[in-house]
């Protein structure tokens, strides 16, 4: 028995070196960088303390190259979403070498979602179900945005007409100007950023009103594909208007 018990310790510490020696290796291979959403940038950017932002694994992987890349280098993101403020610039001076490689990967079984959008938060409820919310940046003209999501799921933005279409009658020389035979909102719908959206025969434009009354609307901007004839406004040229408080209508608009 003590033989046998000997053997197998041996057998045990044996396959232990071995595994130290193989996970040593791979350890070995690539230096490792962590971000989570929920990590710190003032942390050490480990599994354990992974960073906040892509921003501060990239200059501290910066550093690394400044120094002399030695070994690959892999930046791990955990999941979650990564908000970003401004775009994440990655140059030359973020490059690897002919020798060793620069990976921004996502971990393993994970999914890592990276996000130019903002996290609107302050909602109020107002009659008849009606959320509101005040944006500084919006007010001041220094933010515009066509895209709300809820819980993951895009809203529409409120149109008018809620069905069908209005036909152009007869469209300016300069292209920013469209008459309608059928009455528009009274209200001037460039008072609210209202865009008329035009269906063009494999395109859509989009263009802010400046201003509206009855049956015209001008733009702030040419409406269409400027120099390509069959994507410019004409009569018959099915529109609609979009983005004015008084045509949400349904549950989700905006």
Known sequence: KGVSMRKHLKLIVTAAVISGLLSGMLLAASAYFYASPSGSDSQAGTL???????????????????????????????????????PLELGPEDSGTSEYAISYVAYP???????????????????????????????????????????????????????????????????????????????????????????????ISRELIEKSNNNEIQARTPIGWVGHMACLPKPGMSVFFEHALEFVKKPGQW
């Open 48 to 86: 354990q303390k992974p960073f906040a932002t892509l921003q501060k694994a990239r200059d501290s992987v910066r550093k690394k190259i400044r120094t002399g890349l030695e070994k690959d280098v892999v930046v791990y993101l955990r999941g979650g979403v990564y908000y970003l403020d401004r």
């Open 109 to 203: 079984g994970e999914s890592p979602v990276l996000s130019g959008g903002r996290v609107i938060t302050g909602w109020k409820q107002g009659p008849d179900n009606m959320w509101t919310v005040m944006l500084d940046d919006v007010k001041n003209g220094t933010w515009w945005f066509r895209q709300l999501y809820m819980d993951g799921k895009r809203l529409a933005r409120g149109r008018y007409p809620e069905q069908g279409f209005f036909k152009i009658e007869h469209v300016s020389k300069d292209h920013t100007r469209l008459q309608f035979a059928t009455p528009l909102p009274d209200r001037d719908m460039g008072t609210q950023d209202t865009e008329v959206v035009g269906v063009q025969n494999w395109s």
